[in-house]
């Protein structure tokens, strides 16, 4: 990713990011002011349904109290400590209601049996089918209980009064049902509304039954097994459902709903409102951003563009000056430096081919006064014998030639390996089978490692299965391996064992060429292949070298490891195909 593309995304997140808190804490502060607002309303339209309860329970309480006040309700007390039958005043209890304008009314006696039903006469004598205790029979305060009236089994604010004659005793108990009429009593304000839900029944409000929303029987059937208030979140609606309960005994609930459409258009406006303000604080962001990173960028992209060029050996490449701020001292400083890297590129070369040149001849010097000596010696020696010793003339010739003709063969060969080295061959590239290449050289050797008269050389081969393809020059490969081994060969003049091991890798191959022979010390494995630079007492220090050459000209890589007297592991790897 480029420094312009970082920089456009950094801008624009940063400003989409604060968008979005910006966002984010006014949606949270108008939720929780929504929140608040609608708390305060609910807790306002609790304490009405507190009031109206109370209210509406006096009211029931002084109805049931003018019932039980009137001569009918005294007749029948009487009758009762008389003993009498009571079959005459079956219809007593729904002339009284309709007097009372209650809902529902019946006369009992103390064990329990009706007297008198508003709603039905025919249950004369029936069990009373009140939810009541034995306190509240005698509580002169309203109460909330049920009536087991078949299926409908209503919610009731009943209170219940008693009338005496002699020692016996009548009951009244009556009520007004809680339904639409006493929700529609409540009032209320715009997006707030009161609903009950008597258990097992259906869902109320003012208007009649209601459809009950998703997710609120969830809530009904908490509210009922915890006999807490609990609130719940709906799609449309946020609901606090408060449990009415008659002792123990879950009756209903009632249900306040917070309209929540103004919280969500206003959530949804505030969400248009940072979208809108996000996009066009990123395309600002995004033209400011491109704007900026091009007067940046270009230039930092010429300086690249110019690094490349000089890495790629152009030392005299130039950028262009266009400005005297940071950037523009960089590229002048970038332009001083490559004038400096030229002139120094100059001195350089001019002092390494002085070097070279010295280098070169004080090595040659090196190498062909070993055998030149040996060479004066022996002319003199048979100028000598001609001069002095006529007769031992050709004896002494002999031996002569033998040593001049050796020490010729020896400068032959000093100058044929720096004839090799100066004209290293482009190496022409094919599909070759490195384990064949190993194979072939190590055939060459055989008669050398079992040669009598010098120590024994055990060679051991460790090849990877099957054929190990590699684009490679084959000549040069099995002259680098030839190096190698004689080089080992070299290094364990009492003899030992010569390992050869290649190993498949995932880009390319691997060859190692490990001996058990004198071993190097890390200074040694740091220099050895340096040209010219050998341990032994008589080399040209160019065999390693060679081998060097070979590996870099197929873009691989050689190594080497050991520890005195513990031997030496040369290690090429060649890659699997061939670079540009």
Same mark, same amino acid.
């Given at each position: ?218 809530? !009904?059937?908490? *509210? ?9 979140? !709906? ?9 009415? !309960? ?63 060029? *000089? ?63 040996? &060479? ?19 004896? *002494? ?63 051991? !081969?460790? &090849? ?55 071993? &190097? ?28 050459? *070979? ?30």
């Amino acid at each position: 990713m480029t420094f312009r593309t970082k920089l456009l995304w950094v801008s624009s997140l940063t400003i989409a990011g604060a968008v979005a808190l910006v966002t984010g804490a006014v949606s949270a502060s108008a939720r929780q002011t929504f929140e608040r607002v609608d708390e305060d309303r609910r807790k306002g339209l609790l304490g009405q349904f507190e009031k109206e309860m109370q209210a509406q329970g006096r009211d029931v309480e002084s109805r049931v109290e003018r019932a039980a006040a009137g001569e009918s309700v005294s007749r029948i007390a009487i009758e009762a400590n008389r003993g009498q039958d009571f079959s005459g005043f079956v219809d007593e209890a729904r002339s009284l209601a309709d007097a009372q304008a209650l809902d529902f009314l019946d006369i009992f006696q103390q064990d329990g049996s009706i007297i008198s039903n508003a709603d039905s006469p025919a249950r004369f004598n029936y069990p009373l089918n009140w939810l009541i205790s034995p306190q509240e029979r005698n509580s002169p305060k309203a109460f909330l209980t049920r009536i087991a009236n078949g299926d409908t089994n209503p919610v009731v604010l009943a209170a219940v009064r008693q009338v005496s004659a002699g020692d016996k005793k009548i009951f009244l108990i009556g009520g007004k049902a809680l339904g639409s009429p006493f929700l529609s009593s409540l009032g209320g304000a715009p997006g707030l509304r009161a609903m009950l839900w008597l258990s097992p029944g259906d869902l109320l409000d003012a208007n009649g039954p209601a459809d009950v929303p998703p997710g609120l029987r969830t809530l !009904l059937a908490r *509210v009922q097994q915890t006999r807490h208030a609990s609130t719940a979140n !709906l799609a449309q609606e946020s609901i606090v459902a408060q449990p009415l !309960l008659h002792g123990d005994v879950f009756l209903g609930a009632l249900l306040v709903a917070t309209s929540r459409r103004e919280q969500q258009s206003l959530e949804r406006s505030i969400l248009q409102t940072g979208l809108i303000v996000a996009a066009t604080g990123i395309c600002l962001g995004v033209l400011m951003g491109w704007w900026t990173t091009a007067r940046v960028t270009r230039p930092v992209a010429q300086l690249v563009s110019g690094v490349h060029a *000089v890495a790629g050996g152009d030392w005299s490449t130039r950028v262009s000056v266009s400005s005297h701020d940071e950037i523009g001292q960089l590229a002048e400083a970038f332009n001083k430096m490559t004038e400096q890297l030229l002139e120094q590129r100059d001195r350089t070369l001019q002092a390494e081919r002085v070097a070279s040149w010295r280098e070169l001849a004080r090595r040659l010097a090196h190498e062909l006064k070993n055998p030149l000596f040996p &060479l004066q010696i022996t002319i003199e020696n048979l100028q000598r014998a001609r001069d002095q010793h006529p007769d031992q003339f050709d004896e *002494v010739f002999r031996e002569s030639t033998a040593t001049l003709l050796a020490e010729l063969q020896q400068l032959k060969q000093i100058i044929a390996q720096f004839s090799d080295f100066a004209k290293m061959p482009k190496p022409e590239i094919e599909t070759v089978d490195a384990n064949s290449v190993v194979r072939d050289v190590l055939k060459l050797f055989e008669a050398q490692f079992q040669a009598n008269g010098r120590p024994r050389i055990e060679p051991v !081969l460790d &090849l990877a299965e099957g054929e190990l393809k590699i684009p490679a020059d084959a000549l040069q490969l099995s002259r680098a391996l030839r190096n190698l081994i004689l080089n080992a060969m070299d290094a364990m003049p009492e003899g030992g064992r010569l390992r050869i091991r290649t190993q498949r890798l995932e880009d390319g191959a691997r060859i190692e060429v490990e001996d058990s022979g004198q071993g &190097l010390t890390e200074e040694e494995c740091a220099r050895l292949f340096t040209p010219y630079y050998s341990t032994k007492r008589h080399g040209t220090g160019l065999g390693l070298a060679i081998v060097q050459s *070979v590996v870099a000209d197929h873009h691989g890589k050689i190594s080497v490891s050991g520890r005195p007297g513990h031997g030496a592991t040369f290690t090429i790897d060649l890659p699997s195909r061939r670079e540009a």
